[in-house]
C-alpha cells in the first residue's frame, strides 16, 4: 500500500508561483512513475504533468507546458510541481499518483495510488 500526501497548494494572484510536494509513504518510491491531475468541480480530471521513476523523462499537457516542471527526489520519496505564470484556469484540486506500469502516464487509468489533493486558486 502506497500513501501519497499533497501540500504546497494555496490561494495566489495570477502570474504568481506555487511549487506544490507529494510525499510517497513506500520503500521502493523509485519504482514508480509520478504522475499529477487536477479537477474542478464538474469537470473531468485532467493530466498535468508526469515523470519516470528515475527522472529522465517528463510529460506535460500542452496547457502548462513552459510554466510548469515535474521533478522528482527519490532519497525524499518526494515528487515536486513547479508551477510558474500561473493562470485562473490553473484552479483546481491537484492530485499526486503514482503508477506501477510507466506506460500510458497521461491517463489516469494507468495509476495505482492517489493522494488526497491539494487545492490551487488563482485569482485574476
Known amino acids: 500500500q502506497v500513501q501519497l500526501v499533497e501540500s504546497g497548494g494555496g490561494l495566489v494572484q495570477a502570474g504568481d508561483s506555487l511549487r506544490l510536494s507529494c510525499a510517497a509513504s513506500v520503500l521502493t518510491f523509485s519504482g514508480y512513475a509520478m504522475g499529477w491531475f487536477r479537477q474542478t468541480p464538474g469537470k473531468e480530471r485532467e493530466f498535468v504533468a508526469a515523470i519516470s521513476w528515475s527522472g529522465a523523462r517528463t510529460l506535460y499537457a500542452d496547457s502548462v507546458k513552459g510554466r510548469f516542471t515535474i521533478s522528482r527526489d527519490n532519497a525524499k520519496n518526494t515528487v515536486y510541481l513547479q508551477m510558474n505564470s500561473l493562470k485562473p484556469e490553473d484552479t483546481a484540486n491537484y492530485y499526486c499518483?503514482?503508477?506501477?506500469?510507466?506506460?500510458?502516464?497521461?491517463?489516469?487509468?494507468?495509476?495505482?495510488?492517489w493522494g488526497q489533493g491539494t487545492q490551487v486558486t488563482v485569482s485574476s
Open positions: 499518483a503514482a503508477s506501477r506500469l510507466h506506460i500510458d502516464l497521461r491517463s489516469g487509468a494507468r495509476y495505482d495510488y
